[in-house]
């Protein structure tokens, strides 16, 4: 079965997340391994990678995930290009040090160079990002995006086109966000529409490059573009995708991590919804 979880604060620590994360009943979490508003950060010392590694072991936590820095763009063509290869491959060794498998990063925005003249500065930071990185195995998960702005990966062929450039399909992979796939087009709530969108990601991606849902209702119209998450079931999207993935054996053992607002009904809220959807 698929896992569910949700996106957790590392405050007070990193393996605070874990306790978090219990505390709300997830199979799965995702952190940010630092402050994602900014650039640097001293890497985990050796005590700290321990403690982080017991607490995991120690939780009912099946799947750790790291969020990337919102500040990296893959796709600039300017110095902040060479900036963001680096922050990545820190966060890169951090999640490899912590024993974490899977680093979601945002693919880039163009800036105005145009979307294909972007993916190829995409591919190009991959190429040394996953060189610079050889001697782990975390696997960049390049996340579906809203499409606000020239922001890119609002389209599965986005994708198609970064990967292709490369020839590392085992440190690469795809993070799907169910509320940016609708904003940027892609409806799942029927159950036709939810088997033609599988069978696009199996023809220009590959099912098996996918490791990670990210669980998100959305505020905003199917293909509006823009990025608003809201509780699920609360938002345009329903329940009904929310329950295709969780009853889809295609994911199992795939963590679906929350994104939606920490007001209201919370992650409590929404994780018991998530579970009863999936009957259990
Ligand atoms: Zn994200
Ligand atoms: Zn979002």
């Known amino acids: 079965m698929a896992l569910i979880g949700a996106h957790v604060s590392i405050s007070g620590g990193l393996e605070k997340g874990f306790l978090r994360g219990e505390y709300l009943g997830c199979e799965a979490i995702q952190i940010f391994t630092k402050n994602q508003l900014q650039w640097r950060a001293s890497p985990p010392t050796g005590a700290k990678c321990e403690s982080f590694q017991k607490a995991w072991k120690e939780s009912q936590i099946r799947e750790v995930v790291v969020h990337a820095s919102y500040l990296v763009n893959m796709a ?5 290009q060479q900036r963001s ?3 990545l491959v820190d966060e890169i060794v951090v999640a490899s040090l912590l024993g974490i498998d899977y ?3 945002h693919p880039g925005s163009h800036g105005g160079i145009g979307e294909k003249a972007g993916l190829k500065q995409i591919s190009d930071s991959l190429v040394s990002i996953l060189d610079r990185t050889d001697h782990t195995r975390v696997k960049i998960l390049l996340e579906t995006m809203a499409g606000q702005g020239t922001t890119l990966g609002y389209k599965l062929d986005h994708f198609q086109v970064i990967l292709d450039e490369l020839d590392r399909p085992d440190r690469l992979g795809l993070c ?11 409806d799942l709530s029927k159950k036709n529409q ?17 490791f990670c849902w990210h669980f998100n209702d959305s505020k905003k119209d199917l293909g509006s573009m823009i990025d608003r998450h809201e509780h699920i079931g609360s ?10 993935i969780l009853n889809d054996p295609q994911w199992d053992n795939i963590p679906c991590i929350l994104e939606t607002p920490k007001t209201g009904i919370g992650d409590e809220g929404n994780l018991a919804l998530l579970r009863k959807l999936r009957g259990y």
């Open 235 to 244: 938002g345009k999207l329903g329940l009904n995708p929310f329950s295709f």
């Open 76 to 80: 600039s063509n300017t110095e902040l």
């Open 194 to 210: 939810y088997q033609n969108f599988k069978r696009k990601v199996h023809t220009l991606i590959g099912l098996e490059k996918v």
């Open 85 to 87: 290869i680096n922050a």
């Open 176 to 186: 799907l966000d169910t509320s940016h796939l609708f904003a940027s087009g892609y």
């Open 103 to 105: 680093l979601v990063v």
